[in-house]
């Protein structure tokens, strides 16, 4: 029981509950400290010379002027950031990221950086060091850089997942093929067949809070982090690594974090800090600019996708293909693979083929961005379902619900499902009101469903009971949408005690062992895990503590409420024992009274989701207004129900303006024109309809109250569910990414040429 | 005995092999097995491997057990946001 990790179906008291967040008062009075809120004496101010053009061979780089500038106290360039990866090229491409060496390979790269005494001499001293660039071809569409002769971005790659392995350079790092049975048979048995190319273009995460740090390196080899990212623990890992410093000797503590939604699991600023504060023997505090953060960190990829799909009449699939090509930027991921992966999760198919391209292009490293790559592959495979739905005549829910995979589905990425929630979201999206609802003149509706993986991974949590009996509660996962509430339930729950005498800290990494980054919607799942186990022992300790007190044997002590009870009748004189009076008596009873957990949390359980979605497009303008939108989702177990909408929302909010308005515009010259939230328009409040939600619980076996993650799926089905009604709306199909006004306009105008050329 | 499945991007790891067959009580061993068959598996390892196991995906616990008749898949390890 105490460390089973498998689902008990237990009666919560306080779980599912919607209590005040523990971080709510500081954030909405501005005491919360994000990571350009911390100060330390003598700090010095950090800036990032960054390339102008796309491609460059940089020849030379002469900081003697900058250096030599009044107030300037270091300068790095590559050369202070040596190759210490002992031969391990993923490590080596974080290095080259965050420093340029040797060749600029996106416009915003890092060539140089300066730490001075203020901002002023810093910029100053940015514009002294002379770089001297030989241009080089750029590439930066995801199509160009597949054709022969496209200029290459790292001539050390050469296309993994290719028998026999090539021996030229290609920016094609990787082909991943997924699939299973027989698709030109399938596709022969099919009534009908739908194909479509279809597009996304590339856009940023949007967090509201740029990267921004102070690093403090000593002499004597320690030192010191604050920083807004998604893992502190892997950042210490990835920053000592890169710099040469022992690990234990680097404290990074993690600030409150304005938004990160998978971009700020990498590092980018960090290692260029401490660099520069090792060198110049001072603290040194570094914050992005936006335009910094649009060239220089990690947004989505942009895609180029092709679909096919083949079903009978009686709408049975036959057989799908996908052809996904991912821009990972100017490195090497795994984009493309996961579009592959997750591209035809929902549905249950005899014969299934996916195949990802994961491409490089000279724009900046791409980075994970909620549920990755999923949204674009469920764009392109939930509009083709939707259009063959349409063909044979068939309700778009009732065609998926028909093809919903199910327990016992193979799934297209190879596994077989145990449960999931797949088609209980579309009954349930069959049966929502929003379904029914009359549409206007110039409205359409559309749905679509979306899958992410979810996972756990390493955890550690500390709960410390107070002489008061309140409760610390330490966990190592960064609080990004309320987990703190949701760690405080939990502990309360297995206590026995009232919600606000548990109070959650996120420790910084001296406090606390390992723990991953808060990323794969893991968060809740696994240091919730944690805290039930953490719970459980403390529970231990204080049943033993009572046993103690009584002079009993601790097998007759039982915890019920909050409160030890002596069982049977032979000890039916003794009252019971708070958490309140052990914790006051612990000092007599053994010392402190804690619990303590550390779990590999793995089994997180695959999550599915279903969204409708209303919009009204104005044919002048092309302008597409979003009117209704629902969500409805599998949580497993919500905690905090609050917490758990909040992140439907927040996937659909996002989704909505990478469907209808946000994308990266790059100039003829590889330059991003549009790096501002004036021209890279993400929604404001304005914008949006209240977005409705409806939370499913179907257990995750796997978690002792069948938790599974939420913070992702709610981003997949957007694209396609926004375009599903956009199309209906203009009674023409949208296949690119985002639809924007222009975009709709083009649309409806070649439609009606068409239409009209015809008759 | 255990029939793993290879993903399509580990199999050139495994002299293109879509499938291995290996007697193993754990995912460590497991590994540890196919790594001798294959040394170039190593690479991967190294990089990031996650073993399905009856379908639930497992990226970390090494020590988790592998039933008899489970089905095993061996996938790239994914990464979230």
Redesign the interface.
């Known amino acids: 029981m105490a460390h089973d990790k498998h689902f008990t179906n237990q009666e919560f008291k306080v779980v599912g509950t919607r209590v005040p967040r523990p971080d709510g008062v500081d954030k909405v009075t501005g005491r919360a400290r994000y990571g350009a809120d911390a100060f330390a004496p003598g700090q010095l101010v950090g800036a990032i010379l960054r390339s102008p053009h796309a491609h460059a061979k940089i020849r030379k780089i002469d900081a003697s002027k900058a250096e030599k500038l009044k107030g300037v106290k270091a300068v790095v360039t590559s050369a202070d950031l040596p190759d210490l990866t002992n031969g ?1 090229r ?1 490590m080596l491409d974080i290095l080259e990221n965050c420093m340029a060496r040797g060749r600029a390979l996106y416009d915003g790269h890092a060539v140089a950086a300066v730490a001075a005494i203020d901002a002023e001499t810093a910029r100053k001293a940015l514009k002294l060091i002379k770089v001297d660039y030989e241009v080089l071809p750029h590439v930066t569409d995801v199509d160009e850089a597949m054709k022969p002769g496209a200029p290459i971005v790292q001539p050390w790659v050469r296309t ?4 026999p ?1 090539p021996t030229k350079a290609s920016n094609v790092s ?5 699939g299973h049975g027989d698709v030109e048979a399938g596709f022969a048995e099919a009534h009908v067949i739908v194909e479509r190319s279809y597009k996304t273009e590339q856009t940023h ?1 949007g967090y509201i809070e740029p990267h921004a740090c102070l690093a403090s390196v000593n002499p004597d080899g320690t030192g010191e982090l604050w920083v807004t990212t998604q893992g502190h623990f892997v950042f210490r890992n990835v920053c000592a690594s890169l710099l040469g410093m022992e690990v234990a000797k680097l404290k990074v503590t993690s600030s409150e974090i304005g938004g990160g ?3 700020k ?1 990498h590092v980018w600023i960090e290692p260029v800090a401490l660099a520069l504060s090792r060198k110049a023997n001072r603290p040194v505090k570094l914050v992005m600019t936006r335009d910094e953060v649009f060239r220089a960190t990690g947004p989505t990829c942009s895609t180029s996708v092709d679909v096919k799909i083949g079903a009978t009449r009686d709408g049975i699939i036959t057989a799908a293909t996908a052809t996904l090509r991912y821009q990972d930027g100017a490195f090497p991921a ?1 984009w493309g ?2 579009g592959a ?1 997750t591209s035809f999760a929902c549905y249950d198919l005899k014969n299934v083929k996916s195949v990802g391209y994961d491409v490089l292009v000279n724009r900046p490293k791409v ?6 790559s999923a949204p674009m592959a469920a764009f392109g495979v939930e509009s083709t379902i939707d259009q063959l739905a349409a063909e044979i005549g068939m309700d778009p829910v009732e065609f998926r619900i028909k093809n919903a995979a199910k327990e016992g589905t193979r ?1 297209s ?6 449960p999931i929630g797949i088609g209980p979201t579309l009954q349930a999206a069959k049966n929502h009101p929003h379904m029914k609802a009359p549409l206007g003149r110039n409205q359409g509706r559309g749905m679509a469903c979306g899958f ?7 955890t550690c949590v500390d709960l410390n009971i107070g002489v008061d009996g309140t409760v610390n509660l330490t966990v190592g996962t960064v609080d990004v949408g309320g987990s703190r509430a949701s760690m405080a339930l939990i502990a309360a729950e297995e206590l026995g005690i009232p919600y606000e005498r548990v109070r959650c800290n996120v420790a910084d990494t001296v406090s606390l062992g390992h723990n991953d980054m808060t ?4 968060g809740t799942f696994s240091s919730g895990m944690a805290t039930v186990f953490a719970a459980r022992n403390a529970i231990e300790v204080l049943r033993e503590r009572a046993a103690r007190t009584w002079d009993i044997d601790v097998s007759k002590v039982e915890w019920q409420d909050g409160k030890a009870v002596a069982m049977g009748s032979e000890h039916s004189n003794l009252s019971s024992l708070s958490i309140e009076e052990l914790a006051a008596a612990s000092p007599n009873t053994g010392g402190p009274i804690a619990g303590h957990n550390e779990v ?1 949390a ?4 695959v999550s599915f989701a279903t969204h409708i979605c209303d919009v009204e497009v104005d044919p002048e303008t092309g302008k597409t207004r979003v009117i209704r939108y629902t969500v409805i989702q599998d949580a497993g177990k919500a905690i905090h129900p609050d917490y758990v909408e909040g992140q439907f929302q927040g996937g659909a909010a996002q989704g909505i303006g990478w469907a209808l308005n946000e994308e990266y515009v790059y100039g003829d010259d590889g330059r991003l024109q549009n790096p501002g939230f004036l021209d890279y328009r993400i929604p404001v409040c304005s914008d949006l309809p209240f977005i409705d939600t409806q939370i499913l619980e179907i257990p995750n076996p ?1 978690h002792p109250y069948g938790v599974r993650g939420v ?2 799926t709610s981003i997949v089905p957007p694209l396609a569910a926004i375009a599903n009604a956009v199309s209906n709306a203009v009674g023409v199909r949208m296949t690119h990414i985002p639809m924007s006004p222009p975009r709709i306009l083009k649309a409806i105008k070649a439609h009606r040429a068409e239409s009209e050329a015809a008759a | 005995m255990h029939e793993v499945q290879l993903t399509a991007s580990l199999r050139d790891a495994a002299d293109g092999a879509a499938s291995v067959t290996i007697d193993a009580a754990t995912i460590r061993e497991l590994l540890r097995k196919l790594v001798e068959r294959y040394p170039r598996m190593q690479r991967r390892l190294d990089e990031g491997i996650a073993v399905s196991i009856n379908g639930e995906i497992y990226r970390d616990n090494w020590s988790e057990t592998i039933p008899d008749g489970a089905e095993v898949f061996l996938l790239p390890r994914i990464q979230g946001g």
Request: net charge negative; no cysteine.
């Open positions: 391990r993923d993994a997942g290719v028998d392995a990787q082909i991943s093929t997924f995460q939604f998978g971009g699991t795994i693979m996961l992966m980075a994970a961005y909620r549920a990755p799934a990425y190879g596994p077989t499902y145990g992410w993986f979810n996972f756990g991974g390493q990323e794969g919607s893991r590999v793995d089994g997180a359980g796997n913070g992702e």
